[in-house]
T-cell receptor, first 115, second 113 residues
Framework: DADVTQTPRNRITKTGKRIMLECSQTKGHDRMYWYRQDPGLGLRLIYYSFDVKDINKGEISDGYSVSRQAQAKFSLSLESAIPNQTALYFC??????????????FGPGTRLTVL | GNSVTQMEGPVTLSEEAFLTINCTYTATGYPSLFWYVQYPGEGLQLLLKATKADDKGSNKGFEATYRKETTSFHLEKGSVQVSDSAVYFCALSSGAGSYQLTFGKGTKLSVIP
């Protein structure tokens, strides 16, 4: 079974709709992240969470919100979706006790299309 | 701030050709360096990593050496296969205690038979 799962895998929605993307992990990691991937731009960090009570904005948080319901669950919401939020969204986790490297483990991604 | 620059693609090679994907970085302190690979329709997977200068990361025939003097971490493979077709991302993390990965824009590799 996958260690980091995302639902849904694909979603098409309309401008103005509220959308929630969900991420679950069985790795037992405290840190979780949400990224978006756009062609030619790499991955950009939206939000990150060090634990259930610690949530922080990343590079491109405008138009997004998150909820850390439990250590294993981290949801991303688009309050009012717009077409330029069409992208591939990835959830990731990491273990802060893993030493010098901040290796992150990624889910399979959610492809979101906003019409 | 931190940044990663990698060669733009797409790169198309014939099977068994030699691969180099260049990656250079700008960072404060002593970053850890990574190569991630994204196969079609999948998420990112860690391919290899190096945590200090002169370290060589290797996996699945791929290698990269952490060169502090040239701030580089070039990815190489001696003989590519069709199954290596993917997008490759160079990334860095600014050392112990850092939370963030900074990614390059990715290089798409296509290997043809």
């Amino acid at each position: 079974d996958a260690d980091v799962t995302q639902t849904p895998r694909n979603r098409i929605t309309k401008t103005g709709k509220r959308i929630m993307l969900e991420c679950s992990q069985t790795k037992g990691h405290d840190r979780m992240y949400w990224y978006r991937q756009d062609p030619g731009l790499g991955l950009r960090l939206i939000y990150y969470s060090f634990d259930v009570k610690d949530i922080n904005k990343g590079e491109i948080s405008d138009g997004y919100s998150v909820s850390r319901q439990a250590q294993a669950k981290f949801s991303l919401s688009l309050e009012s979706a717009i077409p330029n939020q069409t992208a591939l969204y990835f959830c990731a986790t990491s273990d802060p006790t893993s030493g010098a490297a901040n290796e992150q483990f990624f889910g399979p991604g959610t492809r979101l299309t906003v019409l | 701030g931190n940044s990663v620059t990698q060669m733009e693609g797409p790169v198309t090679l014939s099977e068994e050709a030699f691969l180099t994907i260049n990656c250079t970085y700008t960072a404060t302190g002593y970053p850890s360096l990574f190569w991630y690979v994204q196969y079609p329709g999948e998420g990112l997977q860690l391919l290899l990593k190096a945590t200090k200068a002169d370290d060589k990361g290797s996996n699945k025939g791929f290698e990269a050496t952490y060169r502090k003097e040239t701030t580089s971490f070039h990815l190489e493979k001696g003989s590519v296969q069709v199954s290596d077709s993917a997008v490759y991302f160079c990334a860095l993390s600014s050392g112990a205690g850092s939370y963030q990965l900074t990614f390059g824009k990715g290089t798409k590799l296509s290997v043809i038979p």
